[in-house]
Structure formats: C-alpha cells, structure tokens
C-alpha cells in the first residue's frame, strides 16, 4: 500500500471519529437542555441540588405520614384489643348427684377490662337449662354459683399469665 492510501484511511477514520463526536455532543446537548429546562438561572449544579432536595423533602414526608398513619391504625387495634373478647375460663361440673359426666359447664368470657359474659348450662335427666350473666369490671350484682365464680377468675387471672410472661 502506498501513503496516499494510508492517508486517505487516516483522515476516512477521523472523519467516522468527528461523526461520533457529533452525534455524543448532540444527545448530551439535549440531556443538558433537558436538565437546564430544570433551571431558572441556568445552574446545572444548582437546578440537580433543589431537585435532590425536593426528593429528599418528599420522602420526609411520606415517611413521616406513613409514620402517623401506622401510629394511628396502632392506636386504633390496641384500643380494639382492650375490648374485645379474649380471656376465657370454662369449668365443667356436675349439677346434681344423680349425673355424672360433667356435662354441665360454666364459660367466662371477658375483656381487658373485665368486662364480658359467664355463660352457664346446667345439665340434668329431663332438662338442660342455659343462663347468661353480665360481667361488669370483673363483678356482677346477682349471686353466682361456686363453679361461676371459679371461671370468673381463670378468665381475670389469664391477662396476668400473659402480662407475667411477655
């Protein structure tokens, strides 16, 4: 090959060389113009960093609401919890001498509060009688029967265990 040839590869080169100059310079001059659309005063490093705060301040806030939102639905579910029903004792018995089996119960049902209702099913030969007592703070005004009484307390005594073991 003789030069000429040489340099008509050389400048052919340089020629592809200054193309891709032109197309990189044009895509990045259309990604600043993009970035300075951004900028009232056309500072480039100015116009990122109020972007980035603006980022940064929107976060804050979604976090902070998100924060308040879960405190919110927390408080709501420990109030919920203190009312709902959840601390049980149940005593079986036998109601009269005559039947055996224990097919006679007593089931207390409380809430945090003590609060809640003792259910009680007296079994016998020719009759099955059902009765329900409101509990109020743990107490109730009419007189309960001895296994009544027991269920009560396993039912108040279950927040206790709980509360002693976490």
């Given at each position: ?15 592809i060389l ?101 259910f009680t ?46």
């Amino acid at each position: 090959m003789d030069n000429s040839n040489l340099l008509f590869i050389a400048l052919a080169i340089m020629l592809i060389l200054i193309v891709i100059c032109f197309i990189l310079n044009a895509v990045n001059s259309s990604k600043i113009s993009t970035i300075m659309d951004y900028s009232d005063d056309g500072d480039i490093i100015g116009a990122l960093k109020d972007y980035y705060d603006k980022v940064d301040d929107l976060s804050k806030t979604v976090n902070d609401a998100s924060d308040a939102v879960l405190q919110s639905r927390l408080a709501n579910c420990e109030n919920d919890s203190n009312i709902s029903l959840k601390k049980i004792g149940i005593v079986n018995f036998d109601a009269f001498d005559d039947v055996k089996g224990k097919l006679s119960f007593a089931l207390a049902i409380l809430n945090n509060n003590n609060d809640g209702i003792i259910f009680t099913s007296i079994y016998g030969h020719n009759s099955c009688n059902t009765y329900v007592r409101e509990i109020i703070g743990g107490e109730t005004p009419i007189k309960l029967l001895e296994e009544e009484k027991t269920a009560l307390s396993e039912a108040k005594n279950k927040l206790k265990k709980a509360d002693n073991n976490g």
